[in-house]
């Protein structure tokens, strides 16, 4: 088996170049069970790599929207022979979401079997079967459904006030604040105390290394695609790409969570029953257990959590607020929503939520036009029909959620934001026009919990702050990756608007 890295990325892919000159000389296409079919569109090519180099630039989302708008919503690509179905519209993503989503409720696992990200013990990307059932329903049941939702309310107000004492603290001593780390604490300590009962310590710099390792999981998220894109020719030629970074981040996280694993096996009763990581401890020893399951199954998913639940939100929270600094008259409406809601006597809570529409429509225009996720991926596991095309088996399916939320044929003024849109058009809120989060039985399971953490969040720095940034205008610049991350992170002086509160839990009627 070879493996490449980033530094011989280049060299890879020329070594590429020839070997698949070969493969695909010796070996036939998938399948040609599509003869006499309608194929869809494809649009122009390089020889062997087919459209890569698409998927390589270092704004993979934009390069798909373009090519989407110059050659229609629902393309045929190829990579290195192999088809890729890109959809770029809400009305194709309706249809491929509601009339084929068992159909795309399975993504494939990239073969570095003994990972604990891109392995086969993760639960983002299990195929759609007994193990995925087993671990979506712990999830819904301990962590992000309405109830778990409910039970642990109480941590989240202790650590939304933990981020306003320290935006506070840094207002009095003048210091600026940058926005998506604290964003990032915030949302890690809560994922943390809510799926294990414990927050990782700022003393000892656990806290801080944990933060580095989602930084760096971040940074390898594209390189995470190409490998899962390039799954079936890697294996076929036996090479391993990016194996030594990832297997880094990796084997860094696992060492965490074994000691986290290792203490909470020495008191086995303190927590029983009580948090996620408790329950898949119990169902890891439990010889009888509804679905086996191993540590690495364990470790997996709370890498996926953290991953995938606290970088999203902390980027979302980041990028509107760059919004709301950037559209004065747009942060002067929530405001005062917010002063009329819920006064100046203490601060913001998830419960106001609900009566706050202005606040949740900006919540979901920031993620409309900065979805963390731009590229979705899933697998086609039988051939199918779609708008009269045929589509083969095993075909990769991307939906550019990043061009259906720009989409000019449906949203008036798509690159402008108007959180108003939300308020004014009932039909603005139906769904499959904003898939921020996905859709169908693969859709996102902790989107209640993100809206909570960035309502309330941007909540509290409207409400309690006045915001300044050096120069007129925030740059809204993206940086390359696969997460919508800013090229220019958002830092602020804040001044404090509002006198200090006293703690949200010490009142009662709250
Ligand atoms: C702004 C915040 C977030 C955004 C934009 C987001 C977006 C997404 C998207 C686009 C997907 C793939 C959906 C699809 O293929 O249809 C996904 C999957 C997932 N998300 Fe989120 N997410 C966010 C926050 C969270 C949080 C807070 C958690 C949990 C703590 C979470 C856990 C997951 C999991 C476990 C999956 C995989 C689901 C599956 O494969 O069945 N996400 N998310």
Not at 218 to 239: S, Y
């Amino acid at each position: 088996m070879l493996t490449v890295d980033s530094q011989h990325c280049f060299s890879f892919i020329l070594l590429c170049f020839f070997s698949l000159l070969c493969y695909s000389l010796l070996f036939k296409k998938l399948k040609d069970s599509h003869v006499g079919r309608d194929l869809l569109q494809s649009p122009p090519s390089l020889p062997i790599i087919g459209h890569l180099h698409h998927l390589l630039s270092s704004l993979a989302h934009k390069s798909l929207q373009q090519l989407s708008s110059k050659y229609g919503p629902l393309l045929h690509l190829s990579i290195f022979n192999f088809p890729v179905v890109l959809v770029s519209s809400a009305s194709v993503a309706y249809e491929i979401f509601k009339a084929h989503d068992l159909n795309i409720s399975s993504r494939d696992n990239p073969p570095i079997n003994e990972s604990l990200l891109v392995g086969s013990s993760v639960f983002v990307g299990a195929p759609y079967g007994d193990y995925w059932k087993f671990m979506k329903k712990l999830l819904v049941t301990k962590l992000l459904g309405p109830q778990a939702l409910e039970r642990s309310r109480s941590i989240r107000a202790d650590e939304l006030e933990r981020f306003y004492r320290s935006l506070l603290d840094k207002a009095m001593k003048k210091e600026s604040v940058e926005i998506g780390k604290e964003a990032t604490k915030l949302s890690i300590n809560s994922i943390c105390r809510m799926s294990m009962g414990r927050s990782f310590s700022e003393e000892s710099g656990e806290a801080e290394r944990v933060r580095g390792l989602v930084t760096e999981l971040d940074g390898l998220t594209k390189k995470v695609l190409l490998v899962n894109i390039l799954r079936w020719p890697l294996e076929k030629l036996r090479i391993s790409l990016f194996k030594k970074e990832i297997m880094y981040v990796s084997n860094s996280f696992d060492e965490l969570l074994e000691r986290i694993i290792v203490e909470r096996e020495k008191k086995p009763n303190e927590h029983q029953g009580t948090y996620l990581m408790d329950v898949l401890l119990e169902a890891y020893e439990d010889e009888k257990a509804e679905h086996k399951i191993t540590r690495n199954h364990i470790k997996s998913l709370f890498v996926e959590l953290l991953l995938g639940g606290t970088d999203t939100s902390a980027q979302t929270i980041q990028w509107t607020m760059a919004e709301l600094i950037n559209n004065r008259n747009v942060l002067k409406r929530l405001r005062e929503e917010i002063d009329s809601v819920v006064g100046e006597t203490r601060l913001i809570q998830e419960k106001d939520l609900p009566k706050l529409p202005y606040l949740q429509s900006v919540v979901k225009e920031g993620l409309r036009l900065h979805p963390p996720l731009p590229l979705m991926v899933r697998t086609f596991q039988r051939s199918c029909e779609m708008k009269g095309f045929y589509i083969a088996e095993k075909t990769t399916l991307v939906v550019n959620a990043y061009a259906v939320m720009r989409d000019p044929t449906t949203w008036e003024d798509p690159d402008e934001f108007k959180p108003e849109r939300f308020l004014r058009q009932e039909e603005e809120r139906r769904a499959l026009k904003h898939i921020a989060f996905g859709s169908g039985r693969r859709g996102c399971p902790g989107s209640n919990l993100a809206t909570i953490f960035i309502g309330t969040a941007i909540g509290t720095m409207v409400q309690c702050f006045d915001l300044s940034i050096k120069g007129d205008k925030v740059k809204m610049d993206e940086v390359g990756g696969l997460n919508l991350t800013m090229a220019h992170p958002l830092e602020c002086i804040l001044v404090p608007r509002t006198q200090p509160f006293i703690s949200n839990q010490q009142i009662p009627s709250l």
